[in-house]
């Protein structure tokens, strides 16, 4: 995939408000850690994230997206006339029917012409979304797009503890450490055609892979596996999805650099999906990339599914890691086995 003419414009984001340490989430299961002799302080050990956030009960998605949405626009400028698309990628949504970036859109007071509809694909959600914009403005359909997503871990965290504290066994402890990483936020990435766009990042192209094959390594749904009804549980192969996972993303990574013409030296700067410390040591050492070219947020905002990767980008401009003209590589990799991973000249 290449682009000519599209720009992500602007970015907008909106952090959950309560502040939820590992040590918190250590102290809820004292009863199991006792049972099964684990030391305290295992789960930031392990992951390497000390905190994540939680939105107020019954907080619903389309707020958070909404709250993003708007800083995107206002950091843009563009008038709300010429967004022609408005998609909804996260994992969290409000319902099974209407789509929830319906109420997003709504919230925004975008045209009745701006097409409107949610993408997804687990942590891909936003980079999937990059993509469907990215063509439409390339085919000349729409002048802007806006890719909107929000996480809450608060509920699958919540029924995560309750099941351990029941069933205090060292198996099913194992696939839901995973869980306890997860963290809540929003995000919005502005798209706009070049014509439009002010001093936007040119997004070059991407590719795409998976592995299908290891579509049961992390699932988040009923245990009856329907869309309604059972209990709500997600439980993750760690070590399956550590292993194939950096498989295809090095894979993966080959065709990006092959896809932009990068030479040995790039991209200048990376920005991966955001699981944990042995995750980002392991793909980074995999494709050749110095841990100084990578931002993370995971040690403070933990896994926040599709939100992770665009959330992590917007506060890595902030923060000036990224510089301009540099050659930025956005590697996203999610449950299934997906991957997509993006260029774009900064």
């Known amino acids: 995939m290449l682009y000519s003419r599209v ?33 305290k302080g295992m789960l930031e050990s392990l992951t390497g994230i000390y905190e994540r956030r939680f939105w107020n009960p019954g907080y619903s998605n389309y707020e958070g997206a909404l709250k993003a949405g708007a800083k995107a ?3 843009s400028g563009i008038p709300k006339e010429l967004v022609g698309m408005l998609l909804y990628c996260g994992v969290c949504r409000d319902n099974l029917e209407p789509a929830t970036a319906c109420a997003v859109c709504d919230g925004l007071g975008l045209s009745d012409e701006t097409l409107v509809y949610d993408v997804s694909n687990a942590c891909l959600g936003v980079l999937n979304g990059i993509i469907q914009v990215a063509n ?27 099941y351990l504290l029941k069933t205090k066994n060292m198996e099913i402890f194992k696939k839901r450490i995973a869980t306890l990483t997860g963290g809540s936020g929003a995000v919005a990435v502005l798209l706009t055609d070049a014509s439009v766009s002010g001093s936007g990042h040119r997004l070059l192209g991407g590719v795409a892979k998976n592995s299908t094959r290891y579509h049961e390594l992390c699932r988040w749904g009923s245990d009856k596996k329907t869309p ?3 209990l709500n549980i997600m439980e993750t192969d760690s070590i399956g999805i550590l292993q194939h996972g950096v498989s295809l993303g090095s894979k993966t990574f080959e065709d990006l650099k092959k896809e932009m013409s990068w030479p040995d030296d790039k991209p200048d700067k990376i920005i991966c999906h955001q699981v944990g410390a042995t995750h980002q040591k392991t793909i980074l050492k995999a494709i050749g990339i110095d841990e100084e070219k990578d931002f993370t947020t995971f040690q403070y905002l933990g896994n926040i599914g599709s939100v992770s990767l665009p959330i992590t980008a917007a506060i890595a401009s902030e923060r000036e890691f990224i510089n301009s003209e540099d050659m930025v590589g956005f590697l996203g990799i999610g449950s299934g086995l997906n991957c997509i991973m993006l260029g774009i000249k900064w």
Do not use: W
Request: proline fraction near 3%; charge should be negative.
């Open 136 to 162: 439409a403005i390339e085919l000349g359909q729409v002048k802007a797009g806006l890719v909107t997503a929000c996480e809450s871990a608060r509920d699958i965290i919540d029924f995560a503890i309750d």
């Open 228 to 230: 309604l009804g059972g």
């Open 73 to 75: 626009l206002n950091a």
């Open 7 to 39: 720009y992500i414009d602007s970015f907008g984001y909106e952090m959950a408000p309560n502040v939820v340490t590992s040590e918190d989430i250590e102290n809820r299961l004292i009863p199991l850690y006792d049972k099964l002799h684990l030391q």
